[in-house]
T-cell receptor, first 113, second 113 residues
């Protein structure tokens, strides 16, 4: 049972362009939605996270947009750089009792020169 | 400060054997979670330990087990290895249970022949 669906599976963006990755969730009890970035040979690292009481959160070039009614959230990477080339995972969690992150399947982003 | 340390980083086993993986959390982190990462299934939650007690577990067979020691270090064990157990096993730690940012180690890559 895949509770968090992520698309696209892979993405190629030119340097300076906008990268957009989308996720949809099913469990309305989820109340924490982080995005993780993973480089080859490394573990995932938290990039940015949002809670459902806000519709958007921005940190530098990274923005999460959140649509509670549609049960969707997305990551936008503005002015994409070659150093952003990595695999990105969205995730969802119900904090509190029995918290456990449920991850999307990942998006491999390649930013070309 | 030192990050999450996982050992060994790479190991090769044959079917039917067992394996033990180790995770040393960031100082002050008392919660340790384990995830299995495979190309087909992505990141899947195995279990979380806090104060030497398993607080949550994912949908994995009983061959997968873990424990946590009084110094918060954790081990996971997989018995009667199967080919499908080949994966990157990631440890993630955080200060408390049920909430807070997860910090991942670089993983232990297990190959089962």
């Amino acid at each position: 049972q895949q509770q968090v669906k992520q698309s696209p599976q892979s993405l190629i963006v030119q340097k300076g362009g906008i990268s957009i990755i989308n996720c949809a969730y099913e469990n309305t009890a989820f109340d924490y939605f982080p995005w993780y970035q993973q480089f080859p040979g490394k573990g995932p690292a938290l990039l940015i996270a949002i809670r459902p009481d806000v519709s958007e959160k921005k940190e530098g070039r990274f923005t999460i947009s959140f649509n509670k009614s549609a049960k969707q959230f997305s990551l936008h990477i503005m002015d994409s750089q070659p150093g952003d080339s990595a695999t990105y995972f969205c995730a969802a969690d119900k904090t509190g009792t029995a918290s456990k992150l449920t991850f999307g399947t990942g998006t491999r982003l390649q930013v070309t020169l | 400060k030192a990050g999450v340390t996982q050992t060994p980083r790479y190991l090769i086993k044959t079917r039917g054997q067992q394996v033990t993986l180790s995770c040393s959390p960031i100082s002050g982190h008392r919660s340790v979670s384990w995830y299995q990462q495979t190309p087909g299934q992505g990141l899947q939650f195995l279990f979380e330990y806090f104060s030497e007690t398993q607080r949550n577990k994912g949908n994995f067979p009983g061959r997968f087990s873990g424990r946590q020691f009084s110094n918060s270090r954790s081990e996971m064990n997989v018995s009667t290895l199967e080919l499908g157990d080949s994966a990157l096993y990631l440890c993630a730690t955080r200060r408390g249970v049920n909430t807070g940012e997860l910090f991942f180690g670089e993983g232990s890559r297990l190959t089962v022949l």
